[in-house]
């Protein structure tokens, strides 16, 4: 088993045994094969690119081939205790519909992204008058897949707007360490952000 | 064949013949007082005989899924592309059946064979069989192989449809189904496209209600017409346009007698290969028993309810460009086996090949399959 990068580590870590998990974007499947080995979950992913697709099957992990962007329609209302997008909703054209959806098959969502409220992204823009990139936007403008990224700020905006309840918030450094100084200001300091959160009482 | 097989074939191969005494009772209501079974088997089985895995065949295929009966064979058995070493169906992990279904006309008890009633070949009295009897049939066969698991049972098209059966029919004999450019039914198209088939061939003044046998003749033109409807419904129209467009064999007759399209010399020439070792009566059979799969009908029209009872893990893979079974049919087993939180994967493959595509050697069709063998192997290690 592959050490799972620390944002996993906090994921899995909100996950209950024996529960229905849903990764949308699952990537090669590192997570949701961590998932199921060490906590029973029912698990499926959905990912777009057919190598990552092959890697999934390879290890055994529920995979369906499928583009985010023609939304969940295979899926019924709260087939899903947990709905997780892992480094996917900045990649996805219609993040604000894709969250609609994902609450709609899943009770509890689970997202995390790379902030571009991070000040060393934001000095990247300010001095240098360039797009930022860096470790979490390897990626130039024009051949990047990340195509709607968003800050802390903004993603917490939309959950208010949409009348999505956030949960708990974890941020990560640069080390991907989660380190209590980022609480100072998240949105300045913390290059990854996570979050749990679930249909607002009024919402949806 | 050339003088030496591929290093990736299972080679030269023989096939073998299961007679079964018991009666077998049919869906139809009737019964089979004995049957024989023909097939062929590829690798070999271990020792917990937990390595087999059932291939089953689709409209016109037999038991002859891989490799070749002589030196003299031009081609392989139907399903080269992944079966052998080192292919998706690996013979050197796993040990590979495939039987020819009740019905046929390649060696298992069908209409040309000997009714022991009448002492003539059944002809029309050979019983409509449908997919579950043919589970049923290869039950035994596997009871009679001495495996009481398989690690999957796979095929594409109708043999898709069959592993399905399998799965929903046997739950606890089986750990994988591998389904593939398959329906949970046919549509009234399919059924339409049937029908078309089998008119050809009882149209046929050859066709002697079913008795030809008796005459010593046989349905043929009606049988090549079927053949050459069926096969236009395999490709997709990309496919038939990039193979034939509308080039001409030479310059228009203004003749209907001869040949003026290069696609209607393909379609002819597949008809009459067809036509050379394939009867008429199975076509009728199979055609029906495609028509009548249905697993729904049993759990009052709710496939969802249907796929319920399975307890294996199922793989179902289709193709962008087939027609005949597409991959929103798939998607409809799919949607099915999630609704019940079964394990299941799903992959659409690109390809420009049309239902025919599983057949082919498609790379990422080829990978998708082998990742997903690759597991299926793992397993067996515990």
């Not at chain 1, 470790?135 to 990224?149: T, V």
């Not at chain 2, 009737?30 to 895995?53: H, K």
């Not at chain 2, 990309?238 to 007759?253: P, T, V």
């Amino acid at each position: 088993m592959n050490p799972l990068r620390r944002e996993l580590e906090i994921v899995a870590d909100w996950i209950e045994p024996g529960s229905r998990v849903l990764d949308l974007g699952c990537g090669d499947g590192t997570l949701l094969q961590y998932l199921v080995q060490r906590k029973g979950v029912i698990a499926y992913g959905l990912e777009i690119d057919p190598r990552k697709v092959t890697r999934c099957m390879d290890r055994g992990v529920n995979v369906v081939r499928a583009d985010l962007d023609e939304g969940l329609a295979d899926f019924h209302r709260d087939s899903f205790d947990h709905v997780i997008m892992s480094q996917t909703i900045q990649a996805v054209r219609y993040p604000d519909k894709l969250l609609e959806d994902l609450l709609r098959v899943g009770r509890n969502g689970i997202v995390t992204f790379p902030n571009i409220g991070y000040w060393r992204l934001r000095t990247q823009l300010l001095f240098r008058g360039r797009m930022p990139r860096g470790p979490s936007l390897p990626n130039a403008w024009y051949n990047s897949p990340n195509i709607h990224l968003c800050t802390i700020r903004d993603f917490e905006r939309l959950c208010a707007s949409m009348g999505i309840e956030i949960l708990e918030r974890r941020t990560l450094d640069r080390a991907h360490r989660a380190n209590p100084l980022l609480n100072i200001a998240p949105n300045l300091l913390a290059e990854v952000a996570i979050y749990r959160f679930v249909r607002g009482a009024q919402s949806l | 064949m050339v003088r030496s097989p591929p290093a990736d074939s299972v080679g030269l191969v023989t096939q073998h013949k299961a007679i079964f005494e018991e009666p077998l009772a049919l869906d139809c209501g009737r019964e089979l007082p004995r049957y024989e079974l023909v097939y062929e088997t590829y690798g070999q089985l271990n020792r917990d005989a937990s390595n087999a895995i059932l291939v089953c065949h689709a409209l016109s295929g037999n038991h002859h899924a891989a490799g070749y009966h002589s030196e003299h064979d031009r081609k392989p058995g139907w399903w080269e592309t992944c079966i052998g070493p080192g292919k998706p169906l690996d013979t050197n992990r796993f040990f590979i059946v495939c039987s020819n279904n009740l019905g046929g006309c390649h060696g298992s008890t069908g209409p040309a064979s000997i009714n022991p009633e009448s002492g003539k070949p059944y002809g029309d009295q050979f019983p409509v069989v449908t997919v579950r009897d043919w589970v049923r049939s290869q039950a035994r066969l596997a009871a009679r192989l001495g495996v009481t698991q398989w690690a999957a049972v796979a095929g594409g098209s109708l043999g898709g449809m069959q592993a399905l059966q399998w799965a929903i029919d046997f739950p606890e004999r089986l750990r994988h189904a591998i389904v593939i450019a398959a329906a949970p039914r046919l549509s009234a198209q399919n059924i339409g496209f049937n029908e078309v088939a089998r008119q050809a061939i009882m149209s046929d003044p050859e066709f002697h209600g079913g008795r030809y046998y008796d005459y010593g003749v046989a349905p043929r033109r009606g049988l090549a017409v079927a053949r050459m409807l069926g096969h236009i419904t395999y490709l997709s129209d990309d496919a038939m346009r990039a193979k034939f467009g509308r080039d001409l064999r030479g310059s228009m007759s203004f003749d209907f007698d001869e040949v003026d399209f290069e696609v209607e010399s393909y379609l002819r020439y597949q008809g009459q290969r067809f036509v050379q070792d394939f009867d008429a009566n199975t076509y009728l059979l199979m055609t029906k028993a495609l028509d009548y799969f249905d697993p729904a009908a049993h759990f009052g029209d709710d496939f969802s309810a249907a796929v319920r009872p399975i307890q294996c893990a199922t793989l179902l893979l289709s193709f962008s460009s087939d027609w005949r079974f597409a991959p929103a049919r798939s998607r409809e087993i799919l949607r099915a086996l999630l609704e019940n939180e079964k394990p299941v994967s799903y992959v659409e493959i690109e390809a420009t090949q049309g239902h025919d595509a599983f057949l082919m050697p498609i790379p990422h069709y080829l990978d998708a399959f082998s990742a997903y063998m690759n597991n299926v192997a793992r397993e067996l290690e515990g």
